[in-house]
Structures are given as structure tokens and as C-alpha cells.
């Protein structure tokens, strides 16, 4: 085998060691990382870049939307005001009470020996609870059993729609004068009938406290 | 490795960890966060677009559901004339109950209210007192019915009717009657 003499040693070991300088590896290295991170920039870059356009886009949609949106919102409120309104409206028109059906039932509860001097019906503001005097005369051979009998009439007449009604006497006095009815000079009493109604209540249950009351009225 | 490789080395770590900080603090990071915000920007944009598209909808739908209630509310708005109601409801009452026989009446202003519920703002609560100084019973009765057919918004509130001495064939009569009158 051949003796081999390397007389470069020094040299050939120079150029690895200024090969494997760290500082020109870590340069190397850093300058291919900012290659990839300028890269990595140009993408997000782009990507800001797409968003940005197709924000715009949008925006320019939002834009001639958003007067129609404002409209639609204003006339939505309008026609919800007007749906309420005319609701409120028909409630009240619904909720009315009608006095001339009252009165026919009155009128037809009146006989002719018995006269109605004044009448007073008023409806209450808060309860809607309708009230009505009746003030007058009844004349007969039983003035105070005409008057009754007028009463029961009128709780039998009103008693029809409205059930929960209370038709009482507030007042029944005889009168000391006679009254002429047919020709026939008869005695006389003076009444004050209640009617009192609600027509927004319920008729109410027959409970064992009318049961006692009619047991009474039929004793009597 | 020598020394002064080593130092080369942590010289050169550090020069990497610079790059890395101002990379991501000065560079990606701003431009981040400005597309973040936008993406943000764009998705709220979008949501009010798909909202207001479903809101016009809802609208137009609204609209041909309410026509009914728009043509009632424009009726019972029409329903009573423009102007002081005090200058035309006594003079429409008056005719009214002429109309039905009752020739002697009045109307006088009792009173004036609005309403607090936001529904009834634009309307007006009117209170009447409706003197009938000579009426008879059945006249009067079928001249209420009429009126209470004919003014829906119209409520009687109070009716008294008195039976004269002097004139046992007629009846006094005093209404208060409660109009809703709206704002014109």
C-alpha cells in the first residue's frame, strides 16, 4: 500500500471549519425563516386583501338596504300602531252597555197602576258596574205588593241576559193619600228600586247560600 | 465546538428570535388584526342583510294582514268631521234627535280627557251632557237605540230621566254621553 502524505492539512481544515461557521449556518438559517415568513405576510396579505373587497361588497349592499330596512321598520311600527289602536278602538265599542234595550225591559215591567217618577241609571267608571234607581208610585189594594211584584218582574226580565243582576228596594214607604186608578180611589206607596249589573262578570254558581234564600222566600 | 463558536451560535439564536418578534409584532400581527375586525365587520353586515331581508318580508306580510284594521281605523277616523268638536257635535246631536221627533235638545262640553295608553294617543276622550227637556218615553227610547247604532264610538255614561208634574205625557231627560274623538 502506498504511503500517502497530505502536506494541506491545515488548509483543507480552515476551509471546513470556516464551512461549518455557526454564524454563517444561523445567517443562512435566518434568511431562508424570513423567506418563509415573508411568504407566510404576502399570504395574509392576500387574504386581507380578498376580505377587504368583499367587505366592501357588503358594505355597498348594507348601503342600499339600509334606507329600505329603515322604512320597513317605521311602517311596521305604523301598522302595529293602527292594529292596536283599532283593537282598543273595537274593544270599547264592543264593551259599550246599550240602554234602549234596558228601557224596553223597564217599559215592560211598568203596569198601569204603578208610575215611575224618575229614573237615574249610571255606569261606573272604574267597575263598569251599571246602576239604576228606579223611583215611584204604586197604587192598589196592596200598593207595597204592586211594587214587589214590579220587582220581581224586572229581576225576572233583566235576570235574562244578565244573570249576576240584583234588583233590590232601596226604599218602600205607603203614602198616606189615596190614588185614583180606574175610578177606584185606591192607596198608594212610594219605592226606590236598585239595579245593580256588571256585564263583563260571570253569572255566579248556585251555592248552598241561595238555596237558604229561596227556602225562605218559599216559607214566606 | 470552541468558544467562539458558541458565542456565534447564541448570537445567532438571538438575531433568530429578533426576526420572529418583529415578524410577528410589527408585520403579521397588524395585519391580523385589522383582518380579524374585518371579518367581524363583514359577518355583523351580513347578519343585518339576512335580518332586514326577513324584517321587508315580514313587512309586506304585516301590511296585507293589517289592510282589514288600516281600512277600519281609516273609517272610524272618518267617522267624525275634522275640526273643535265642540263646534259641530252639539249642532249633529241637535239634528239627531230632531230627526227622531225629539225637537227640544242640547249639547254641552262637560269635559275633556286623553288617553295614557300608548294605543289611544292620537285620540281623545270627550264627556257631553245631552238635555232632552221634553221627551216621551217611547220616543226616547227608540231615539237611544239609533244613536247608540249609529255612533259606535259614542257610550252613554249617565242617564236620568224625570217624570214632570205639569206634563205627565213627557219626560226631562239628561244624557252624558262619552265620545272618543281622535286628533286631527
Known sequence: ?220 | MNKEQIKKIILGAFGVIGLLYVYFAFFLGPLNKSRYSMAGRMAELQNKLISSKAEIANVARLEANARAATARYDALLAFYPEGAPIAWFPPRIRMFFSNQQIDKSSARLEGTTGFTGKELSSWNKYSWIIDLPQSDFGTLGRALAALENSEPLLSVTRLRIHATTEDPEFQQVSLTALTIIGKK
Open chain 1, 1 to 220: 500500500m502506498p504511503l500517502q502524505l497530505n502536506l494541506l492539512h491545515e488548509e483543507i481544515s480552515q476551509e471546513r471549519q470556516r464551512k461549518r461557521d455557526p454564524l454563517k449556518l444561523s445567517m443562512y438559517v435566518a434568511a431562508g425563516l424570513a423567506g418563509l415568513l415573508a411568504l407566510n405576510y404576502l399570504w395574509c396579505a392576500y387574504r386581507k386583501l380578498s376580505i377587504k373587497a368583499h367587505l366592501s361588497a357588503i358594505e355597498r349592499d348594507w348601503s342600499k338596504a339600509e334606507p329600505q330596512v329603515t322604512e320597513a321598520q317605521k311602517r311596521a311600527e305604523q301598522l302595529n300602531g293602527i292594529i292596536s289602536t283599532t283593537m282598543t278602538l273595537d274593544q270599547f265599542i264592543d264593551n259599550r252597555f246599550f240602554w234602549a234595550p234596558m228601557l224596553e225591559k223597564i217599559s215592560r215591567c211598568v203596569t198601569p197602576n204603578l208610575q215611575i217618577t224618575n229614573l237615574d241609571g249610571l255606569i261606573e267608571d272604574q267597575s263598569k258596574t251599571i246602576t239604576i234607581s228606579l223611583e215611584g208610585t204604586a197604587a192598589g189594594r196592596e200598593p207595597r205588593a204592586v211594587a214587589e211584584d214590579f220587582r220581581q218582574m224586572l229581576l225576572e226580565q233583566v235576570g235574562k241576559e244578565q244573570p249576576a243582576v240584583k234588583v233590590e228596594f232601596k226604599a218602600l214607604e205607603d203614602l198616606d193619600t189615596l190614588i185614583s186608578v180606574g175610578g177606584n180611589n185606591v192607596p198608594a206607596a212610594h219605592f226606590i228600586v236598585s239595579v245593580s249589573l256588571n256585564p263583563e262578570s260571570k253569572a255566579p254558581a248556585s251555592g248552598p247560600g241561595e238555596r237558604k234564600s229561596k227556602s225562605k222566600k218559599e216559607e214566606s
